[in-house]
Nanobody, 115 residues
Framework: VQLVQSGAELRNPGASVKVSCKASGYSFTAYYIHWVRQAPGQGLEWMGRIDPEHGGTQFARKFQDRVTFTVDTSTNTAYVEVSSLRAEDTAVYYC?????????WGQGTQVIVSS
């Protein structure tokens, strides 16, 4: 199982960013993809998850207005888009796939929000 994420991003406040997570080595539609972020000096923060088979989503309350989860099943890729970026959105963003016996993680994508 591999989850490969897109590269680092630098954005101005108020802009949007879209991070990708390309999955391989398993049946993409069989497992939820979760998104987690870690701000500098902070712990892991769960953002939500998407069901790649049906497209259903669930969000942590603080993200439900500015975050969108999507998937492209033709390329086995999941996406998270964060809009109206603020400085406090600066973090490393991770995708994760909880499997039957373990959790597989992407390598992380650094997003920096700064003017």
């Amino acid at each position: 199982v591999q989850l490969v994420q897109s590269g680092a991003e630098l954005r101005n406040p108020g802009a949007s960013v879209k991070v990708s997570c390309k999955a391989s080595g398993y049946s993409f539609t069989a497992y939820y993809i979760h998104w987690v972020r870690q701000a500098p000096g902070q712990g892991l923060e769960w953002m939500g998850r998407i069901d790649p088979e049906h497209g259903g989503t669930q969000f942590a309350r603080k993200f439900q207005d500015r975050v969108t989860f999507t998937v492209d099943t033709s390329t086995n890729t999941a996406y998270v888009e964060v809009s109206s970026l603020r400085a406090e959105d600066t973090a490393v963003y991770y995708c994760a796939r909880p499997g039957a016996h373990d959790v597989n993680w992407g390598q992380g994508t650094q997003v920096i929000v700064s003017s």
